[in-house]
């Protein structure tokens, strides 16, 4: 038992990983408006499409127009419409900070859901100028930051096109963490057998690759499955997926190339030399290539990365332990391949041992 408390931790933060993932909910948020375009000195309403809120059971809802880093524009009034729509009503001053257009964003709150964020989603056309901007129109951010209603429950934050998919940032992510950190050591063991050559080497090197390939795998299957949801197809021949495709397909080379030799110390030799040679293609394929060119994913092409309020403090109680759970289990499954290996081995050394006493 006391050999085997990381299997036991393994297992049970990969159980936690999945009920957690799967069971907390989501955060209020703001799908999208049905009017994205009006003209300053106007009066105008427009009809929020909510999620995981609940306006109807509420007194009172608020709204306001977020212009710049330090204006807000509050609105006159805010009318629900069931628990997921709300209609809202603004009257815009004659005049924008700076005397120029502005993309707004929409901020509701209310007691029950807190407060909700759609950035960009109402273009103000500026149609009038003058030099002096009279301040009494708006409010103030800091102001407003004081005011917002926040609702201390355990949730994930919402976020738009993402929605429940955001909980595949615990399995995705996680996978190709493990992946990593398989590799790593599994080239670790490649240039302990070219040192040593032992024969033990060879086989723990080769047992992790193997596992390695299969996180990369279950790493792009998860991603295909994610990009459909949020990109709109499976496969976007986006810089990141087609350069994680490349790796795996020189990770899997190295299984061909061991099953084409006969002699187990030139299979043993070369086998590590070539491990050694596609970990390192790891860093340009995954890290360099992918933040040069315009892409999709997040992290790449200036594309940011989750942070801020996308990993929020609850989802890096799931996230994180996630990571250490995948990073485990592969681990333990490599030391499972590791011993099939040995028998494997044992067995066709039995075989051709009796083959030999035949003739």
Not at 145 to 161: G, V
Not at 166 to 185: A, C, E, K, Q, T
Not at 330 to 343: D, F, K
Request: with cysteine; glycine share 6%.
């Amino acid at each position: 038992m006391k050999k085997n408390w990381w299997k036991i931790l393994a297992a049970l933060l990969l159980l936690y990983t999945i009920l957690a993932g799967f069971l907390i909910p989501l955060k209020s948020g703001i799908e999208y408006v049905n009017k994205d375009n009006v003209n300053s000195g106007a009066d105008f309403e427009v009809r929020a499409y909510c999620y995981n809120t609940h306006f109807s059971e509420v007194d009172e809802i608020r709204a306001w127009l977020k212009i710049d880093s330090s204006h807000i524009i509050k609105a006159k009034e805010v009318k629900a419409v069931g628990n997921l729509m709300a209609d809202i009503s603004f009257s815009l001053p004659q005049f924008l900070p700076n005397n120029k257009s502005h993309v707004a964003t929409l901020i509701i709150d209310n007691k029950k859901d807190g407060y909700a964020i759609l950035p960009s989603a109402i273009q103000i056309n500026q149609i009038a100028f003058d030099t002096i901007l009279p301040e009494e129109n708006f409010e103030y951010v800091s102001s407003l930051d004081n005011e917002l209603i926040t609702i201390n429950s355990l949730s994930f934050p919402y976020r738009n096109i993402l929605y429940e998919t955001i909980r595949n940032l615990f399995f995705h992510v996680p996978l190709w963490f493990g992946m990593l950190i398989i590799f790593l050591v599994s080239m670790i063991y490649s240039i302990l057998y070219l040192r040593n050559k032992n024969e033990i080497y060879d086989m723990k090197a080769n047992a992790f690759t193997q596992v390695g390939i299969l996180f990369g795998i279950l790493g792009l299957v998860t991603g295909a499955v994610w990009a459909r949801w949020t990109w709109g197809a499976w496969w976007s021949f986006d810089v990141k997926q087609n350069m994680s495709a490349i790796a795996m397909l020189i990770y899997i080379a190295y299984s061909v190339l061991r099953a084409s030799f006969d002699d187990v110390e030139q299979r043993s030799r070369v086998s590590a030399v070539y491990n050694i040679f596609a970990f390192s293609t790891l860093i340009p394929l995954l890290f360099v290539i992918p933040r040069l060119y315009d892409s999709l994913h997040p992290g790449n092409g200036g594309n940011p990365g989750f942070g801020g309020e996308d990993l929020d403090d609850t989802m890096r109680m799931v996230f994180y332990p996630s990571i250490i759970a995948w990073t485990l289990i592969g681990v333990w499954v490599a030391q499972l391949t590791y011993r099939y290996l040995i028998l494997k081995n044992k067995l066709i050394y039995n075989r051709n041992n009796k083959n030999r006493h035949k003739n």
